[in-house]
């Protein structure tokens, strides 16, 4: 059995370990299902050092196996340069998205700075999905709060994660947080591997011909020491 195949089923075990009897399941599995429709995550690179993500696998809370042949882009953060910016966010994507927190995401990238492919598994446990299912105070600008009668904000749920890819196969997550910045995930476990290591990605590339620099990629790396930054 390989990696892949040990990962998805101490997760389903894990999430089958709820179900011991049916109340026990309602009980249990109701505190992880999500209260809002869906949820959402986004990829992104730094300024001028891109990647993209070509395939992904899902599995969340409710043991549902999402697998994405098709996403959206990979989004270049323009505020990145040197190091992350704190307030990364995009729209609502088109296909990233899934309906309950997640107990891992899998991932198959290019990156075109280091010129190699990348397999990632984030895994993801109870204080994520805490944050996921609990809702938190979001101020109003005095703006919105003229616009809603003098309210001062509203309850709002973290249902936007950013998923960060860095030259060196450096991998950071965040959850988006209503006009503050970004709160970084550091409970949870990330795994890269690459080369000779790759097994779900191995072979799965949009540049099966070679990596070549394009566009503002040469003149911004020029004169500049690799990785490019603290990531």
């Known amino acids: 059995?390989?990696?892949?195949?040990?990962?998805?089923?101490?997760l389903l075990v894990s999430g089958c370990a709820f179900a011991t009897d049916k109340a026990d399941k309602s009980t249990e599995l109701s505190s992880l299902l999500a209260p809002y429709d869906e949820w959402y995550f986004d990829f992104a690179y730094p300024k001028a050092l891109p990647a993209v993500v070509t395939y992904a696998e899902l599995l969340d809370t409710d043991s549902i196996l999402y697998r994405y042949r098709t996403l959206?882009?990979?989004?270049?953060?323009?505020?990145?340069?040197?190091?992350?910016?704190?307030?990364?966010?995009?729209?609502?994507?088109?296909?990233?998205?899934?309906?309950?927190?997640?107990?891992?995401?899998?991932?198959?990238?290019?990156s075109v700075?280091?010129?190699?492919?990348?397999?990632?598994?984030?895994?993801?446990?109870?204080?994520?999905?805490?944050?996921?299912?609990?809702?938190?105070?979001?101020?109003?600008?005095?703006?919105?709060?003229?616009?809603?009668?003098g309210a001062k904000g509203e309850q709002r749920y973290h249902q936007f994660m950013v998923i960060g890819l860095a030259p060196e196969g450096k991998v950071r997550v965040w959850l988006?947080?209503?006009?503050?910045?970004?709160?970084?995930?550091?409970?949870?476990?990330v795994e890269t591997v690459s080369g000779?290591?790759?097994?779900?990605?191995?072979?799965?590339?949009?540049?099966?011909?070679?990596?070549?620099?394009?566009?503002?990629?040469?003149?911004?790396?020029?004169?500049?020491?690799?990785?490019?930054?603290?990531?």
């Open 113 to 149: 700075i280091d010129k190699r492919v990348y397999e990632t598994t984030i895994t993801f446990g109870s204080k994520v999905w805490e944050m996921m299912l609990i809702p938190y105070f979001a101020p109003y600008d005095e703006i919105q709060t003229a616009y809603h009668n």
């Open 1 to 10: 059995m390989n990696k892949k195949s040990v990962l998805l089923a101490a």
């Open 196 to 231: 000779n290591k790759l097994e779900m990605c191995k072979n799965i590339t949009r540049h099966p011909d070679g990596y070549i620099y394009y566009g503002e990629i040469p003149e911004f790396i020029k004169g500049k020491k690799y990785p490019y930054g603290k990531w």
């Open 176 to 189: 988006q947080n209503s006009r503050k910045p970004n709160i970084e995930l550091t409970d949870i476990l």
């Open 72 to 110: 959206d882009g990979t989004n270049s953060s323009d505020s990145s340069v040197g190091s992350w910016g704190d307030s990364i966010g995009y729209g609502i994507p088109s296909f990233n998205k899934a309906k309950n927190p997640p107990r891992f995401i899998h991932f198959c990238w290019d």
